[in-house]
């Protein structure tokens, strides 16, 4: 296959980028997007020109760390897949393809396609955890969890922070990242006993990093790679208004 | 003030809202009483309303919601541009309704809707110089049947509507969403009501001009 | 050198208690004076780094990915093992201890494992306690499923995403820190060079990605969680950024690599397609649970695989091990598979796969149940493949995934240079010559949380009265500058060749020599090739842009730069060990049916080669392992 790419180009953080055409020849159908794209390095690096830097690590989906706009769409056409899972079969020969980075206010450019997601662990610091250290654990069994709760826990657990909720956003909100590990920790009698302090400081922590507000548009759910449920974001309203409720 | 607390300042002013169209959806059925007796209840209903000061409290809470709402709405819809990624080439529209995108836009054309509603009956009611009906009361009737001759007003009334009909399906949506009702059995049923709320609110409103402008 | 491991005497059930009781720790008050360094973000790098920041210690901690939770630990899928015998079947911290033992071949101490079979107990505790969603049962109670190698129900799982769940745990251990303070964690920040001060690890060199910048940072201990090196060979189950640079340098400055060439080839991952492919995706060894392995037994057979009747399949594993069947180990299952192959059985466009079927499991237990327990993998499969493994076989073929060896390590997971210690799957510790399912996450975990917690504050204690070090000592300038010299000289090759061309390039060289099967000639030769194309490297490689910004292809340079070595070391563990145990498999000794024929009168050491400069031969000093407690015997699973 023969593709048209428009590739967006950015040197660093400080600078501005701007969209640059490429031609890659001899894509095989099977080739994964990203091995379309070291494709199409292998052939820059030759030709003296600068190689397009990309964020990825696993290439299976899990890590979460690739991201791309593909065509208008985070990680591309296919619904609830990360980029690496993209394959070229699902474009023809001779398509053009707008690649951008995840780029909203929140994520920067770092370089090319790179953003940075930073805010994601800081959200995750600000109390996405249970407070427990190590060796203070009692036996795992003596806390009963039924089959139904853990595996809805476990699908609100399942997200990989790959940013592609924020990036498809119109608002640029993270809301759907952050409920889900709120959603989590309060479906769990492990996460419980702090859920009033966490949902006040992850929200809090989500709004300084400037991320957009919510309007319910679903867009999050159906391009994130996990499928990950927006009544996690109900969920943490409701843990929102519980705590407002009760705070003293 | 945090992103939430906009929310739920949205939602609780907008159910308001919701909860204010069906007593005013209610009243209005008189509309469809024969002309006489409509014109007769109708104007009773209106006399009773603009003399309560239950009603008169109620009211100003109800413009306070409107204010709110649309202050609300305009400050977070300005955060929301500011905040979103602006892609070259943009197709992330393939994953949402439209009115789910555009409640501003939406909310926009009802206000202006509302400027245009008060103008015609509200200002004509309170300053304009109404003639009185058999019972003494003023006759708002008449004025309604009057200005629902006009067929543009009777057009602007049911786009009016359908604006409306996409803001209440996706506002009655958030706004459960944003008071916390997680569990999708429940969140399946509310869905469901407040599409059929939204369907005869607004199909009924629309019905009336409708009607009076054919059995006129 | 004299290699002490430091194995606590006692029976072996008492080793470790008898290690904690006697173990130095350090006053609370004490430990803020004290600086951590760690290296890597998985579980290992998360957990000790949680752990010692809990404890008081100041910590810094540093991972190459943009995020701490992307560490590849996130990508194991099928579960983690513990003896908590829940299911009533026979388990025990015992029967888990010969488990392991035997299943990595008599290659490992009994001390280590044992203490492993021992924590795996409190690991499962500490990640329920930290809202890790194991599967469960209805009533409510921890669920388990089975492993190859085992004949118990031992492996807690949470769907096919374990590994991300307990990841994912220990990431918000560490941001918890993170946030109080006692853990400084930077992201995007990748190790060149650890720094020694008197023979004793005291710092190191790390190069900031996203700027270039290279910065020193000073310790008082430093923690190298940096995974294995199995990316050597190109086409693995393993991340893009896997690399073993970080072992790789410490060996150089003094650290001895323990047995390099135990490479575990993972029998299910996806088969290679074509020349492109960068990765090979792994399905769960879970999936030989219900999935039954077979060929056609008939040679070359282009038949769709739903069209091959019953008769006419060779379930090969069910054939040759009875007993164990689908569930074989590892090492077995893959070179079974290897054999069908090269026999010419092999199935799909490339000829180099295998089936694994779930029509049975499907008609039996029904879709949704297999949906259940796999639904992500078989979507995984759909996603990659395009194939709907509900409706047909899935094509699977051995692919590189886990590395036994790596840095030398004593019972304190300390290597050879004092202060530097290794954790997780950078140390060779106790998986033997074939680490089973699910051992590599407990590993792991256990190294972070219960193990490395206790060895660092023995260490520690003596540090006391050290107080901070500083970075303005010379041999931080002196390592400076040897990084940036590094950095500078690949970049002014300029040549004509990809990184990514010599990496596959070397990585096709030692999967067909140094690999599934390998023979003296063979090693030999690859050895002669390695050298050549590190040459070639050394003049044709072509690194494009400068050192003081974002590099991706400087990055891969300079692991490429540490690949070939660890290549040719692994080629040399490979020549110098002459039987076949676990995953290294000498064709010259194998026995009349084809299994592995080990030596225990001659090799029943562990090989810890010591690095003696880029034109010198490495040494190689043995480790005797001392079995008190069990007989090696042959390792059958027929």
Same mark, same amino acid.
């Given at each position: ?16 980028? %701007? ?64 980029? $690496? ?6 474009? %023809?020969?001779?398509? %053009? ?16 396609? %790179? ?43 399942? $997200? ?89 | ?216 | ?41 998985? =579980? ?123 990841? =994912? ?253 290794? =954790? ?35 260490? =520690? ?178």
């Amino acid at each position: 296959m023969k593709l048209h790419l428009k590739i967006w180009r950015q040197k660093n953080a400080e600078t501005t980028g %701007k969209l640059v055409d490429y031609t890659v020849e001899d894509v095989n159908p099977h080739m994964s997007f990203l091995e379309m794209l070291d494709h199409l390095n292998e052939k820059l690096i030759l030709a003296d020109d600068e190689p397009v830097e990309f964020d990825h690590d696993c290439r299976e989906g899990i890590c979460g760390q690739c991201g791309i706009m593909i065509n208008g769409i985070a990680h591309g056409p296919l619904k609830n897949t990360t980029t $690496c899972q993209l394959h070229m079969r699902e474009f %023809k020969d001779g398509d %053009k393809i707008f690649i951008e980075p995840f780029q909203t206010a929140v994520f920067s450019v770092r370089k090319d396609l %790179k953003v940075d997601r930073s805010a994601f662990d800081r959200i995750i610091s600000a109390g996405g955890f249970v407070s427990v250290n190590t060796g203070q654990a009692p036996e795992a069994n003596t806390t009963r969890i039924t089959h139904d709760t853990t595996e809805a826990a476990f699908d609100s657990a399942a $997200c990989i922070g790959c940013g592609a909720c924020v990036a498809t956003c119109k608002n640029g909100s993270a809301v759907l990242f952050t409920a889900a590990k709120i959603s989590q920790l309060a479906q769990l009698p492990q996460g419980r006993e702090e859920r009033t302090l966490r949902v006040f400081n992850m929200v809090k922590q989500m709004d300084e990093e400037g991320f957009g507000n919510c309007s319910n548009t679903e867009a999050c759910q159906i391009e994130c790679p996990q499928n990950i449920s927006v009544l996690n974001i109900a969920r943490m309203n409701y843990e929102y208004n519980r705590a407002r409720i009760l705070r003293k | 003030m945090n992103t939430l607390t906009r929310k739920i300042i949205m939602c609780l002013t907008g159910l308001f809202l919701c909860f204010f169209l069906i007593i005013h959806f209610l009243g209005n059925l008189q509309l469809f009483l024969p002309a006489e007796e409509a014109q007769k209840s109708f104007n009773a209903y209106s006399h009773f309303l603009s003399g309560n000061p239950f009603i008169k409290i109620i009211s100003y809470g109800l413009y306070a919601c409107i204010i709110a709402h649309a202050l609300d709405a305009l400050y977070i819809t300005i955060q929301n541009k500011k905040s979103g990624g602006a892609f070259k080439h943009d197709k992330r529209d393939r994953a949402s309704k439209w009115y789910t995108r555009n409640m501003g836009i939406l909310g926009f054309v009802i206000l202006l809707f509302l400027v245009l509603h008060f103008q015609n009956f509200w200002y004509y009611y309170k300053f304009g110089s109404l003639s009185l009906d058999q019972s003494g009361n003023k006759d708002l009737y008449t004025l309604v049947v009057i200005s629902f001759q006009q067929w543009w007003i009777v057009l602007i009334y049911v786009l009016s509507m359908l604006a409306l009909f996409y803001h209440l399906v996706h506002g009655v949506h958030s706004a459960t969403r944003t008071l916390g009702v997680f569990h999708p059995k429940y969140v399946r049923w509310i869905q469901k009501t407040g599409v059929l709320y939204a369907v005869v609110i607004c199909l009924g409103f629309a019905l009336m001009p409708i009607y009076i402008y054919f059995t006129y | 050198m004299k290699l002490d491991a430091k194995i606590p005497e006692g029976p072996l059930e008492e080793k470790w208690s008898v290690y904690k009781r006697t173990a130095k720790i350090v006053n609370p008050a004490n430990r803020k004076k004290l600086d951590v360094i760690v290296i890597g973000t998985g =579980l290992a790098g998360s957990s000790v780094a949680a752990s010692l920041g809990e404890m008081g210690y100041n910590v810094k901690s540093f991972c190459f990915q943009d995020s701490a939770r992307r560490a590849h630990s996130v990508a194991a899928q099928g579960g983690v093992n513990a003896a908590k015998n829940y299911k009533n079947d026979g388990d025990s911290v015992y029967r888990m201890f010969m488990d392991t033992i035997k299943g990595g071949d008599f290659r490992a101490r009994e001390g280590n494992v044992y203490r492993m079979a021992e924590c795996s107990l409190n690991l499962i505790d500490q990640a329920v306690a930290q809202g890790v969603p194991f599967g469960r049962e209805y009533g409510g109670y921890l669920n388990n499923r089975s492993f190859g190698g085992v004949q118990v129900s031992r492996t807690f799982y949470s769907r096919g995403q374990t590994g991300q769940q307990l990841l =994912l745990g220990a990431y918000q251990a560490l941001m918890r820190q993170v946030s109080k303070g006692t853990v400084n964690l930077a992201a995007k920040h990748e190790l060149l060079d650890v720094v020694l001060i008197e023979g004793k690890a005291r710092g190191v060199i790390i190069r900031n990605l996203d700027t270039g910048a290279i910065e020193s940072h000073a310790a008082h201990a430093v923690v190298l969680a940096t995974g294995g090196y199995g990316k050597i060979y190109f086409l693995s189950t393993l991340a893009m950024g896997c690399n073993g640079s970080a072992i790789w340098r410490a060996h150089k400055k003094g650290a001895l690599m323990a047995s390099p060439s135990w490479i575990q080839i993972h029998p299910t991952s996806l088969p290679q397609s074509g020349d492109y492919q960068s990765k090979l995706t792994l399905m769960s060894e879970s999936l030989r649970n219900d999935g039954r392995i077979w060929v056609p037994l008939k040679a070359d057979d282009t038949r769709k695989p739903n069209d091959i009747p019953e008769a006419e399949r060779d379930y090969y594993l069910e054939r040759r091990y009875p007993s164990f069947g689908n569930l074989a180990p590892r090492d077995i299952a893959s070179r079974a598979a290897k054999e069908r192959i090269d026999a010419g059985f092999g199935i799909g466009p490339l000829k180099n796969a295998v089936y694994l079927d779930f029509s049975k499991a499907i008609h039996n237990l029904g879709k949704d149940n297999i949906k259940e327990k796999y639904g992500n993998l078989f979507d995984m499969y759909y996603k990659i493949t395009g194939y709907d493994a509900y409706q047909e076989p899935m094509m699977i073929s051995p692919s590189a995934h886990f590395s036994m060896g790596g840095l030398w390590v004593d019972y304190e997971l300390m290597t050879t240079i004092p202060g530097l210690f290794a =954790l997780g799957e950078a140390n060779f510790a106790d998986h033997g010559a074939n680490r089973l399912g699910a051992n590599s996450l407990l590993q792991a975990s256990v190294d972070g949380y219960f193990i490395a917690p206790y060895t660092i504050a023995n260490y =520690l204690s003596d540090e006391v009265k050290t107080g901070k070090i500083s970075t303005d000592h010379p041999a931080f300038q002196e390592a400076e500058e040897a990084v940036k010299k590094q950095i500078q000289q690949l970049i002014d090759i300029n040549g004509n060749r990809t990184v990514d061309n010599y990496h596959k390039t070397l990585g096709k060289i030692l999967y067909d020599y140094c690999g599934l099967a390998r023979k003296e000639a063979g090693l030999l030769y690859a050895i002669e090739e390695i050298r050549k194309l590190k040459e070639d490297f050394y003049q044709n490689v072509k690194v494009p842009g400068n050192g003081s910004q974002m590099n991706a292809e400087l990055e891969k340079a300079g692991r490429m730069a540490d690949y070939f070595e660890i290549g040719e070391l692994m080629c040399f563990d490979a020549l110098t060990r002459k039987e076949s145990c676990g995953a290294h498999f000498r064709e010259e000794y194998q026995t009349a049916d084809g299994e592995a024929l080990r030596n225990d009168a001659e090799y029943q050491f562990i090989s810890a080669w010591e690095w003696k400069g880029d034109t010198t031969e490495p040494i190689l000093h043995k480790e005797a392992l001392i079995f008190e407690t069990v007989q090696p015997t042959v390792r059958s699973y027929k």
